[in-house]
């Protein structure tokens, strides 16, 4: 941003501030720090940005995601494998994917009126272009968000035609509204306010084009974007590599490896999880965007004529996968991409989106890529990448389906989506309704005195039984009104309490978390019960 270039002073956030429902994220953030399943990454030393630490339950629940993913996507099907690429990888797979490219070109391209812009000035462009001298005049003094509105209506359809703020007012009027009440109101930075103006749908900041308003494109991704190190141990001699942006290269570079391992027949696939980093502009919204990130991404491969309806089978099955771990499908949306918002090699794309307290935003993006990864890696590597058909005995390159979803963000998702609030005989109760894949325990054993040797030693003797077979916890640290309050708030399953009649009649009391309902089981019978009921 120029030097004293500063955000109008407004007052016309003040209206719409419900429309963010700010207050649930904040609970949200305070219960995964009370209960141990997302810390601030280093906290002691003031923390790093946007940067976040799994913690006992945090790591629990994010594993029975990544294992659900992996069931469904590798081990329930014949024609995916399962991969595990390194992290940094030789330098030029990022030339052959165009992230490099940027780095020494730091240009960009509005795709909706065709100009070129010189990315490092692009602010300096934002800040001198017509509409944006016109909104921040408009703006001047303004009170309220009719201002915006009747200038998006007016002169800004003019000026400003692509803009998101001329197209969807609305909408974006509720990102603001967020970041207002981010930053109080006082001081809103120019970026941030101008990147809100040009959020489209996801409410995800966006660099406005400064000639038309249009969505300028990341694919052409500068090479900031890309956490660089050195492999060698002195910096001089020392060759540059980069932390992956991505996860999809490492499958595309071993589609031969794949080829000559497995002999697969097309269609096939690769799938993987695991961390990525990208630079971003504007990291934010919890553990929803962060420089360091973990993807589980498939890359399947399939013949050019079936790529449209590979596409819409991956989209439907990606978004039914959400729903039967939990997610309610109110709160669930497909969206297909505009022509405009497509990267320049995709023939199509559709995100699969959540209904965030911030905003729909998404959850995993479903592209056609068709063949321009592999002939990308051709080129650069002089390797041939085609595959060769022994039916029509022809050698071509498949097109490839790229469903890629955000392992921190669908925890997100999860937890937003879980997250409960009742009233039980005049309290009020917190609970995390996960699913039985998802919730990170299973059972708690509770022993009702503490202070009775035989009642604590039969619940700690039933818990060290159940983690053989599933994951539970013990707890005698309170009275068990607040036990089960706690289990409630990590969402486990299932309670069971050992107390004095259990060392008489045999039985335990078993509580189900949903429906708070108890039931006097046998102990002999205990561990059947369970295991029947988490199936
Ligand atoms: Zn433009």
Redesign the pocket.
């Known amino acids: 941003m120029p030097q004293g270039m500063k955000a109008p002073k407004t007052h016309f956030f003040k209206d719409v501030d419900s429309m963010a429902d700010a207050s649930l994220m904040d609970k949200i953030v305070s219960l995964c720090k009370r209960r141990g399943f997302i810390f601030q990454s280093s906290e002691i030393y003031g923390g790093l940005a946007n940067t976040w630490d799994y913690g006992p339950f945090g790591v629990e629940l994010k594993n029975n995601l990544k294992r659900a993913w992996w069931a469904s996507n590798v081990h329930q099907r014949d024609d995916i494998y399962g991969m595990d690429a390194a992290i940094l990888m030789n330098p030029k797979t990022w030339e052959a994917s165009g992230h490099l490219q940027s780095f020494a070109d730091p240009f960009v391209k509005?795709p909706?009126?065709s100009?070129f812009f010189k990315f490092d000035k692009i602010w300096d462009e934002i800040w001198n272009s017509d509409w944006c001298r016109s909104l921040v005049e408009t703006m001047e003094g303004a009170k309220d968000t009719a201002v915006l509105i009747k200038w998006a209506k007016s002169k800004g359809k003019d000026l400003a035609p692509?803009l998101s703020l001329v197209k969807e007012p609305a909408v974006t009027i509720s990102w603001i509204a967020e970041l207002h009440h981010k930053f109080d109101g006082v001081n809103l930075d120019f970026k941030n306010f101008m990147g809100h103006i040009a959020a489209s749908a996801d409410g995800v900041s966006r660099i406005p084009?400064p000639?038309?308003?249009?969505i300028l494109p990341d694919n052409s991704m500068p090479a900031n974007l890309m956490l660089e190190t050195y492999f060698g141990p002195v910096r001089e001699t020392a060759q540059k590599v980069y932390f992956r942006p991505e996860t999809a290269q490492g499958m595309f570079v071993n589609f031969i490896n794949i080829l000559d391992s497995r002999h697969p027949k097309l269609p096939f696939g690769l799938a993987q999880i695991g961390k990525s980093f990208r630079n971003e502009i504007t990291p934010g919204n919890f553990i929803f965007r962060t420089r360091e990130f973990e993807q589980m991404e498939i890359e399947y491969f399939v013949r050019p004529e079936e790529s449209d309806a590979k596409l819409k089978e991956w989209i439907e099955a990606r978004y039914q996968w959400y729903i039967d771990l939990g997610i309610n499908k109110d709160n669930l949306r497909i969206r297909p991409h505009d022509k405009d918002e497509l990267a320049h090699y995709a023939r199509a794309c559709s995100d699969i989106e959540y209904e965030f307290p911030f905003g729909w935003s998404e959850l995993e993006g479903v592209a056609n890529r068709a063949d321009f990864d592999l002939k990308q890696h051709a080129s650069f590597s002089g390797k041939d990448m085609t595959y060769y058909d022994d039916v029509s005995k022809q050698r071509f390159y498949p097109y490839i389906i790229e469903p890629s979803g955000g392992v921190d963000r669908s925890i997100l998702a999860f937890l937003v989506d879980a997250y409960h609030e009742e009233i039980v005989r005049d309290e009020k109760r917190v609970v995390l309704r996960f699913s039985k894949a998802l919730a990170p325990v299973k059972v708690a054993v509770l022993p009702l005195l503490r202070n009775r040797p035989e009642i604590v030693g039969l619940a700690k003797e039933l818990s060290h039984d159940f983690k053989k077979d599933m994951v539970a916890v013990y707890d005698d640290t309170g009275a068990i009104g607040k036990l089960y309050r706690r289990q409630d708030e990590v969402g486990t399953l299932y309670c069971v309490t050992v107390d004095v009649q259990s060392l008489e009649d045999k039985k335990v009391t078993v509580r189900d978390r949903d429906t708070m309902q108890q039931e006097r089981v046998e102990i002999s019978q205990l561990k059947t019960y369970l295991l029947e009921r988490l199936k």
């Open positions: 509005c909706a009126c100009n692509n084009c000639s038309c308003g249009g």
